[in-house]
């Protein structure tokens, strides 16, 4: 994959604030805009439940398929990955400010988040290492603007690797945030090694968060290693998840009903 530098997630998110309402009334006569035009589509796995040889989740191919687990109900169970993704129509009708968790940006998540999100951000206040975020929920719509625009800086092989196409992103959940340290410009891939982001990695699942891009598991979570990317899942199958040492990914695909 590309090396490049990623530019600034906090300026990405300031400018598409600016731009968004453009584009989507620029789109809007024809639907909701794919990236077929600058992404390449791999071979997908075979069949709906399609797993690896040795029972885990399927390799990391790129496609297009629907989630297994697709309704608002699901948000603990949904799989995203390279090759399942949501519908562009999926957005959770209860989104509501994270100013409620005593977050001061301008972003939106599932109001049942709140209270874990409140606890969270209070720990790590008292710890003595606050922290701020960059985004919450993200539209399908708006995910399209920041795979465009990575595309564009990047290449598309970094950005497949680093910005889920649409439809592909956690953040669409409602239920996925990209923390920093609070005042800071910026995160980056060191953030883990900082204080703040070590003390979320080591504390966030004890409030229902967990790391869903974590270093040198790529070939299981299907993306670049992300320490700033955390999903909720809530504090008991945060913990579940925790205790088994597998990600995400694998532990949603390996705990599947009927699985």
Known sequence: MSERRRPPLLLVAGALVIVIAAIAVARAAGGPAGPSTATPV????EGPGASSADGGPPPCRFGDREALDDSYEDWRSTILDTTFRLPHSYVPPD???????GFPEPQTTRSF????LRRLREAADESGHPIGMIWGYRSYRTQVSVFEHSVAV???QHALSHAARPGHSEH????AFDFKTEGAAD???????QPTGR???ENAWRFGFLMSYPR???DETCYGYEPWHYRYFGPPLAAAIQESGETTREYLWNHRTGA
């Open 42 to 45: 791999a071979t997908r796995a």
């Open 95 to 101: 989104l509501v400010s994270v100013e409620k968790a």
């Open 113 to 116: 988040v709140i209270p874990d």
């Open 154 to 156: 990047n290449g598309s």
């Open 172 to 175: 669409q959940l409602g239920t």
């Open 187 to 193: 995160v980056d891939k060191t953030w883990e090694s």
């Open 199 to 201: 003390w979320m990695a």
């Open 216 to 218: 040198g598991k790529e």
